[in-house]
């Protein structure tokens, strides 16, 4: 898995390529983490490359998305592939975080 940051107007996008599991959700947790470390409360995860998530790395999601809106800011997700979107269905995390077709709805909205 390989993680990009890039700050959009004062959103940090994070692009995960690869998959989330519980081989590399440390490293997305560890990432996230270091973003709100630094005030950095606004979150878009870009799943566009991303081919598939794990329970480790949903709960690395929503312990990001607690975080987050403790400091006034929002974790939200875009740009899931269709395997991606159902695990977040099945899950309840469609329900739980903001879900967008793709990074510029996401940043419109």
């Not at 898995?1 to 940090?12: A, H, K, P, R, Y």
């Not at 799943?47 to 607690?66: N, Q, Y």
């Amino acid at each position: 898995m390989n993680i990009e940051v890039n700050d959009i107007d004062g959103t940090q996008v994070v692009s995960i390529d690869g998959k989330i599991d519980s081989n590399s959700a440390p490293l997305l947790d560890a990432q996230l983490n270091e973003l709100l470390s630094q005030s950095q409360a606004n979150i878009l995860t870009d799943f566009e490359l991303t081919t598939f998530i794990s329970s480790a790395g949903l709960r690395v999601l929503l312990s990001a998305a607690k975080k987050a809106k403790s400091q006034g800011g929002e974790l939200t997700v875009c740009s899931m592939n269709p395997t991606v979107s159902e695990i977040f269905a099945i899950s309840g995390f469609a329900t739980i975080l903001r879900v967008f077709s793709n990074r510029e709805e996401a940043l419109a909205g």
